[in-house]
């Protein structure tokens, strides 16, 4: 008899994930692991989610979401320590202060924080090791048939059957997909707002004198800088990565890609008290949603008796650590 999950009298032996997030990479390792068939189907052409790093064509790369993550957790310390020991993740040592107008401030409570390595989706990436995951793929709709989910990307393309359906994907679009299914994830799902967050890659000529490698940024339309380049197993030395507070990119939402980068390239060089300097790159990135204004306090959502849920980092906490428990959760609760 092979392994599955036990749900009522049918028991659940295919799961389709959508989105291949740490919320989604994690559950479905875990789910694997008991010995669930599980598909995750991403729309991006890599895995990460937000996790992200751009690479261009010059071999540079930008960790333009996530900027790294911290710990907290007792499970998720453990993941940790391993991605360290398989040199997927390490500290990163550089100096992180407040930043006010080009006025230093050193932070109140110095903390570990850890990136991956050599690239920010590295740790997503040695997630997805050994599952299926199906990339450029973005689901349109989906059907029940027979107690089980199909699938329809914008293809037309079908995928499944599936006996239970996860969404990681934002809840706006979790709750396009599957709102009409579910009035009890519904419900949940619209309690939930998500601000989003411009964010600019810069490759200047030459390094910056700039005495931090990171600053939370205050009183401008920033929140975030780093010199991506001071990270551990970066190859390039004059890479930057700004990130504008969630109040400014709701702002300015719809503004040109061109005009953003403008506007926060002349805010980094006042933030940072630093004459401007030409630049070789400019790159601008919308992150439509970015940070949940609220996150909900409960680490999933789930609907068992139509077999649908939904996980994510607006579940439980709004970090690396909290997707990667929302799907852990999920997945135990399922087992």
């Known amino acids: 008899?092979?392994?599955?999950?036990?749900?009522?009298?049918?028991?659940?032996?295919?799961?389709?994930?959508?989105?291949?997030?740490?919320?989604?990479?994690?559950?479905?390792?875990?789910?694997?692991?008991?010995?669930?068939?599980?598909?995750?189907?991403?729309?991006?052409?890599?895995?990460?989610?937000?996790?992200?790093?751009?690479?261009?064509?010059?071999?540079?790369?930008?960790?333009?979401?996530?900027?790294?993550?911290?710990?907290?957790?007792?499970?998720?310390?453990?993941?940790?320590k391993e991605w360290c020991l398989a040199g997927t993740a390490q500290i990163w040592q550089g100096r992180i202060i407040s930043l006010d107008h080009g006025v230093l401030t050193e932070l109140n409570h110095p903390q570990d924080r850890y990136v991956g390595v050599?690239?920010?989706?590295?740790?997503?990436?040695?997630?997805?090791?050994?599952?299926?995951v199906r990339t450029s793929i973005t689901v349109q709709r989906l059907s029940r048939l027979n107690d089980q989910w199909q699938l329809t990307d914008t293809e037309g393309i079908r995928h499944g059957p599936f006996d239970m359906l996860i969404s990681t994907a934002p809840p706006p679009q979790t709750l396009t997909l599957l709102g009409a299914e579910s009035a009890l994830l519904s419900q949940q799902l619209?309690?939930?707002?998500m601000a989003p967050c411009w964010a600019v890659m810069l490759e200047l000529p030459e390094p910056l004198p700039a005495p931090f490698a990171a600053a939370f940024v205050q009183n401008s339309p920033l929140s975030w800088v780093a010199h991506n380049s001071s990270k551990p197993e970066r190859n390039d030395t004059a890479c930057?990565?700004?990130?504008?507070?969630?109040?400014?990119?709701?702002?300015?939402?719809?503004?040109?890609?061109?005009?953003?980068?403008?506007?926060?390239?002349?805010?980094?060089?006042?933030?940072?008290?630093?004459?401007?300097?030409s630049i070789r790159t400019a790159i601008a990135h919308r992150w439509r949603y970015a940070i949940p204004d609220e996150p909900l306090p409960q680490k999933y959502l789930l609907d068992q008796e139509k077999n649908l849920a939904a996980c994510g980092?607006?579940?439980?906490?709004?970090?690396?650590?909290?997707?990667y428990l929302s799907g852990l959760a999920l997945a135990n609760k399922l087992i």
């Open 240 to 277: 930057w990565v700004l990130h504008a507070s969630p109040t400014w990119s709701r702002e300015h939402l719809e503004d040109s890609a061109e005009s953003v980068t403008q506007t926060l390239v002349e805010e980094f060089w006042q933030a940072a008290g630093q004459s401007p300097v």
């Open 118 to 132: 050599p690239s920010m989706n590295a740790i997503a990436k040695s997630l997805a090791t050994g599952l299926d």
């Open 313 to 323: 980092d607006w579940c439980g906490g709004p970090r690396v650590e909290g997707a």
């Open 1 to 80: 008899m092979s392994n599955s999950i036990k749900r009522g009298v049918k028991p659940i032996e295919t799961v389709g994930i959508i989105g291949a997030g740490i919320a989604g990479l994690t559950c479905a390792r875990k789910l694997r692991s008991a010995g669930i068939a599980v598909t995750l189907l991403e729309k991006s052409r890599g895995v990460g989610g937000r996790l992200a790093t751009r690479r261009l064509d010059s071999g540079l790369t930008f960790d333009h979401g996530a900027q790294y993550f911290t710990v907290r957790d007792t499970s998720f310390a453990a993941q940790v």
């Open 190 to 193: 619209a309690q939930v707002s």
